[in-house]
């Protein structure tokens, strides 16, 4: 099935007519040129930040939704204006400094983290839920795990192109329950049950962005600040550092789908800076920005769409931007997708053999009914909009919330240590769960055989799983699995 | 009695595989009216110039079998799985819904019979001498929801007993022998097989298929690959193979040297990356006609298609080792999935939208066609009945004088439905009655389908059955050769779970070993070691057409709805009965090469048993009903043409494994598909001429 990128941009018109108002420099706008925020030492935090939040989104939104003309215009028109000689050679030598391996590292295994730290809420929430009943329930939790999956390899897949050896398999990738996603949000995720409240922290896990962040719009000409004549007074340094960039993360994304967002950016930041430090000009179309650059990576790492299947979406390797691109609308696409508080109700997205976000499955979930055939006009106002909070009143999804096991919420291996059988039979467990992360792990190092190995484990979870799921803990409630840590 | 009047182009009966797949390729065709011409959808521009093709389904099966948006037709699957595992007898038909009013022979029927009484246990009333075995099930996607899913192609002997092996049969009711050679040959069917194959999604590697046959497997195939990659052998299938590999089995006539060969199937494994492209089934016309090719000039890779609810599901064969009755994740082919194809197109979305041009009834037994006095089909009458638990049902006729009539009910319907309709006309100042499209005597007659016989025994050592699809690997040697002329050929699967339908192990082995007393360690220790090394060879014995196998009807018996039952009376020949022997003696020798112990047992109070030779030999059905309304050169000699039109009726099609002329040794679903897809060729040329009056 195609993918499909729930996200709305703003009409393509109303960003080329702001990024044209930007180069011809007659209006005022709020974020200070593409250009200046890379090559201009001078520019304080504080403008770095604002033109964060306003490149990241719209060259996100461009690239992201296939704008590629769009996207050139937008290059030509921040990298048009010329750069003295002696800006230049500084620039270049700033610039040629920055390290973009620690930084992505640290962002793609925080991807890595974030998408491996659904896996084991998903999982034992659908492991839960007894044999021969829910069979909607299971299928749709089923559905979004195995594209989390899928989208943790993808990770990897951009790690590799860009030359930076993932990790799956050690301690410190692993999650621990319960636990904040690391971004700015506030609920925690944790194994629980199939309930209502773990479909809810599913669905609050995919939800939409915040209206913190938003797309520009016409509020440019409210602003008066000038173009390029930020704060001159700042002291000349590189913002460019793990710490400021992984600091805006922290305060300004709220979801996943913006973590990709401004990932993505400072994924495009790094290979303008690529380009630019070897040809000492700025990019000027897509084609110059796709390859070469930080993508160094060795292809034959690269695991391939024969090498993965079944598992929701497709595999995209990564050998350019163009990869990145593509693996990133696949995860954004089929996550929370919606970017602003209301979407446009395009039917499309409830027809048959559409892909519904994950945050529309959950909620399909959650109150008990598909989207699917629904009627929606109540909901709609007259923009044809609807707000994504919207419940799905379409065919009914019968779900027997009673029928799952009474498992402990987020149990640990220490809460066993009464009962020997129950512990080696969660220390089993965990065996099997590394097990399938050591394939992952060798996978990625360029050993794609070993995928066909998670297949078995994944078999040998679920039983494992459902044995300790059958086991009392106490009075009230069940043991589960901890997915913790273990030595093999 | 209610009428229905909105006019229908064609009326397509029954939603298995065949009917599935006319609705599909005709509904991704459409007439151009300004060329006059009918064309694939991807080449019809928007425009009002289009006339889409109108179609009306009729399913004898439940409604919900045939919802297939993806909520719906989960919650159906699923609820078959549900009854599969609760059911006690897992045969074929277990996890399907038993309905009174479209009832369907089941193999628990099977009883042998004690003539002249026949047995009416079941659905079938069968007169014998020997009961036929096979059974089929009425429900959306048809017997495709529970077929093993093999797919090998007919060879070319196959299609010309009589002129290569001089086989002739009697004609009905007369001492005067009848050719049985194919009016199409191997050649002439092999772009359609290429086509079946795409369609069905076959799984398997060209350059490992090994037949006994004059042909180079060069010209067999030509520079083919199947779709997909070769589902594994299993390691059973290993053991074997290098135990018999470069030997030969001595038959009476004969030393024939064995072929091991991996059996290509219906199943989803890895794209072939040399297949490229998915392709597109497209009409080209000709002069006068149209010619279906297999278009290359899709962008998109070829990917496996898995479940109707869900195309990340079951896009690999997992190794649930339940493909009969049921595959949980659809990774082995139904038909459900050509027929959701054809209920819904995609959209400018990409998304699929329901076709409003295809209608589906279920629910709905078509019984009767009745003829007008030019000959046409001019009514199809219909019994629909209103809910699962009652049999109240509702009388319908839809009117078909400007439409195009296709039977697809399979071997024991259509024969049936045609065997219901009978007709007067006056010739020469007489009146004469008639039956629909039987000129030649020949529907319902020739009722064909493989004997299989089961041999069974434990492996020296481990070969751990019960794993994977249920055959990955059969010995080709036997699928042709001189002894055609004498006895039977046949082709014998490997079988990778265990006993379990000979014996019904392993359950079986439980009981055994409880009664002899072993518990614990004791008892597990007794079934690993029996499970783990138990085999079975099939010998799948291709049965001739004989005019005596037939499907009648008898006013005395009928179902629930008032409507007859097929009454069947049928038995076996020497022919079949001495490759049986044969294949005994092959049996034989590979068991003993294989150092197997032998644990066969043939009894006299099994359903399907003989003596030949004073040895006892059984067997059971293979699930192959075939040759109710064989396709031939003339009106004299056949109910059809080779493209499955009725030779009597202007506007009528039968079509099916009902058609095939012989049986061959393969699993006839690809055969059939193949032919059935070739029929669209006609079916096209008919609608044109239909359009421009």
Redesign the interface.
């Known amino acids: 099935?195609?993918q499909r990128l729930i996200n709305k941009i703003e009409p393509q018109e109303t960003l080329l007519k702001g990024a044209r108002a930007l180069a011809s420099n007659t209006i005022v706008s709020d974020a200070i040129s593409m250009q200046s925020l890379l090559t201009d030492s001078s520019i304080s935090k504080a403008d770095w930040t604002e033109g964060l939040k306003y490149h990241s989104k719209t060259l996100t939104n461009l690239l992201l939704n296939d704008q590629i003309e769009g996207f050139n215009h937008y290059l030509s028109t921040q990298f048009g204006s010329k750069i003295s000689e002696s800006e230049s050679s500084k620039a270049k030598k700033r610039l040629s400094d920055v390290d973009y391996r620690p930084i992505l590292q640290d962002l793609l295994q925080t991807a890595i983290l974030i998408e491996h730290s659904t896996i084991p809420p998903y999982l034992t929430a659908l492991y839960s839920i007894k044999d021969?009943t829910n069979?909607?329930a299971s299928?749709i939790i089923r559905?979004v795990v195995?594209e989390e999956m899928l989208h943790m390899i993808m990770v990897c897949n951009v790690m590799n192109a860009v030359s930076i050896q993932p990790s799956v398999n050690r301690p410190q990738n692993y999650p621990t329950y319960p636990m904040k996603l690391p971004l700015n949000v506030d609920f925690y995720v944790g194994l629980e049950t199939f309930s209502t409240n773990s479909i809810a922290t599913f669905i609050a896990i995919e939800s939409p962005s915040s209206p913190l962040v938003k797309a520009p719009t016409s509020d440019h000409e409210t602003v008066s600040t000038p173009l390029f004549t930020k704060s001159a007074t700042a002291p000349e340094n590189n913002l460019w550092t793990l710490e400021n960039m992984k600091g805006f993360i922290m305060e300004n994304v709220h979801t996943i789908g913006e973590y990709y967002d401004v990932l993505f950016f400072y994924i495009v930041v790094f290979q303008v800076i690529a380009y630019y430090t070897e040809h000492g000009t700025l990019p000027q179309n897509f084609e110059e920005l796709n390859t070469g650059g930080i993508f160094t990576g060795d292809p034959a790492k690269q695991i391939r769409p024969?090498q993965y299947?079944?598992?929701?979406?497709k595999l995209h390797p990564v050998e350019s931007l163009a990869g990145v691109i593509a693996v990133f609308q696949e995860i954004k696409g089929q996550g929370e997708g919606v970017d602003d508080s209301i979407f446009d109700v395009?039917p499309?997205q409830f027809?048959?053999?559409?892909e519904l976000a994950h945050y529309f499955r959950f909620k399909e979930v959650f109150h008990e009914h598909?989207y699917?055939?629904g009627d929606y006009r109540p909901f709609t106002d007259e923009n044809g909009m609807m707000p994504v909070t919207t419940p799905p009143v379409?065919?009914e999804?019968p779900v027997d919330w009673s029928a799952a096991y009474p498992m402990k919420a987020n149990p640990k291996l220490s809460d066993y240590t009464n009962n020997k059988e129950l512990y080696a039979q969660g220390l089993e467990f965990n065996k099997t769960y590394r097990r399938l992360l050591d394939a992952i792990q060798s996978a990625v190092e360029g050993n794609q055989k070993e995928l066909e190995k998670s297949?078995m484990y994944m078999y040998a979870l679920k039983e494992q799983a459902v044995g300790l799921m059958n086991q009392p803990l106490n009075a009230q409630s069940n043991a589960g699995p901890t997915f913790e840590y273990t030595n093999l | 009695m209610s009428k229905t009047d909105n006019k229908k182009d064609v009326i397509i009966v029954g939603t298995g595989i065949a009917g599935s797949l006319i609705a599909k390729l005709l509904t991704d065709h459409v007439f151009d009216v300004e060329k006059g011409k009918m064309i694939h959808r991807a080449d019809a521009k928007k425009s009002e110039t289009i006339r889409e093709i109108s179609i009306l389904m009729y399913e004898a099966g439940l409604e919900a079998g045939l919802e297939l948006?993806?909520?719906?037709s989960?919650?159906t699957y699923?609820e078959y799985m549900?009854t599969f595992?609760m059911q006690e007898a897992k045969v074929p038909n277990s996890p399907y819904p038993n309905l009174k009013q479209a009832p369907s022979p089941n193999v628990l029927d099977i009883e042998p019979i004690i003539p002249p009484f026949p047995d009416k246990k079941g659905y079938l009333v069968q007169f014998g001498p020997m009961p036929f075995a096979s059974d089929a099930i009425r429900v959306g996607g048809g017997t495709t929801l529970h077929w093993l899913g093999t797919t090998p192609r007919m060879l070319p002997n196959d299609f010309r007993l009589t002129e290569k092996y001089g086989i002739e049969i009697d004609s009905p009711d007369s001492d005067q022998k009848t050719p049985i050679n194919w009016p199409i040959d191997y050649n002439l069917l092999k772009p359609y097989y290429e086509m079946a194959e795409f369609e069905i999604g076959v799984s398997g590697d060209v350059s490992k298929q090994e037949y006994p046959i004059s042909e180079s497997m060069e010209q067999y195939y030509g520079d083919y690959v199947f779709p997909m990659e070769e589902i594994p052998q299993s390691y059973m299938d290993q053991k074997i193979i290098d135990g018999l590999t470069g030997t030969n089995v001595q038959l009476n006539f004969q030393t024939i040297p064995l072929l091991m060969v991996p059996s290509p199937q219906g199943r989803n494994s890895?794209?072939n990356?040399s297949y490229g492209k998915t392709r597109l089934i497209k009409a080209e016309a000709l002069q006068s006609g149209y010619q279906l090719v297999l278009d290359r000039s899709e962008k998109e890779e070829y990917k496996?298609l898995?479940a109707v609810?869900?195309?990340?599901?079951?896009?690999?064969c997992?190794g649930n080792a339940s493909c009969v009755p049921i595959c949980p994740v659809q990774a082995k082919y139904n038909a459900l999935k050509t027929l959701k194809k054809a209920l819904?197109k995609m959209?400018d979305?990409?998304?699929?939208?329901?076709n409003p041009y295809l209608e589906i009834k279920a629910q709905s037994v078509v019984y009767r066609l009745s003829v007008d006095e030019n000959e046409a089909i001019s009514k199809v009458h219909v019994r629909r009945y209103i809910s699962k638990e009652k049999t109240d049902f509702v009388e319908e006729v839809i009117d078909t004088s400007d439409s195009i009539v296709i039977l697809a009910a399979n071997a024991f319907e259509n024969p049936k439905i045609l065997l219901n309709s009978k007709y007067t006309v006056i010739e020469n100042g007489q009146k004469v009655e008639k039956i629909v499209a039987n000129r030649s005597d020949q529907v319902g007659r020739n009722l064909m389908d493989h004997m299989v016989m089961l041999t069974w025994g434990l492996f020296p050592e481990p070969i751990y059955s019960y794993r994977g699809p249920g055959s990955t690997t059969n010995i080709s040697s036997f699928r042709d050769g001189d002894f055609r002329s004498e006895f039977s050929a046949w082709i014998s699967p490997l079988d990778n779970w265990g006993w379990s339908w000979p014996a019904f192990s392993p359950g079986s082995d439980v009981s055994e070993f409880l009664s002899e007393g072993l518990f614990g360690a004791a008892l597990r220790d007794a079934l690993t070691y029996r499970l783990s090394r138990q085999v079975l060879f099939h010998f799948e014995i291709e049965q001739l057409p004989n005019p005596n196998n037939r499907v009648t009807i008898n006013d005395q018996y009928v179902d629930a709805l008032g409507i007859p039952r097929p009454v069947v009376n049928y038995d076996l020949t020497d022919y079949e009965k001495r490759a049986m022997e044969q294949a005994k003696l092959a049996s034989d020798q590979m068991f003993e090469r294989l150092e197997i112990e032998d644990f066969t047992q043939y009894n006299a109070s099994d359903n399907n048993t003989f003596v030949y030779n004073n040895v006892r030999y059984s067997y059971n059905g293979a699930g192959h009903i075939v040759g109710t309304h064989r396709m031939g050169f003339t009106p004299e000699d056949s109910v059809t043409n080779s493209y499955c039109k009725s030779w009597d009726h202007p506007n009528l099609y039968i079509v099916g494994a009902g058609n095939m002329t012989t049986l061959g040794t393969s699993n006839p679903t690809l055969t059939l598909s193949a032919f059935t897809i070739r029929s669209v060729e006609s079916i096209l040329t008919d609608l044109e001429t239909q359009f421009k009056n």
């Open positions: 099935m195609r021969g069979a909607s299928q559905s195995v024969e299947y079944g598992s929701g979406g395009d499309s027809e048959e053999g559409a598909y699917l055939g379409g065919k999804l297949i | 948006d993806s909520a719906s989960m919650t699923n549900r595992y890895t794209p990356p496996a898995g609810w869900n195309p990340y599901m079951g896009e690999r997992e819904y959209n979305n990409e998304n699929l939208q329901r």
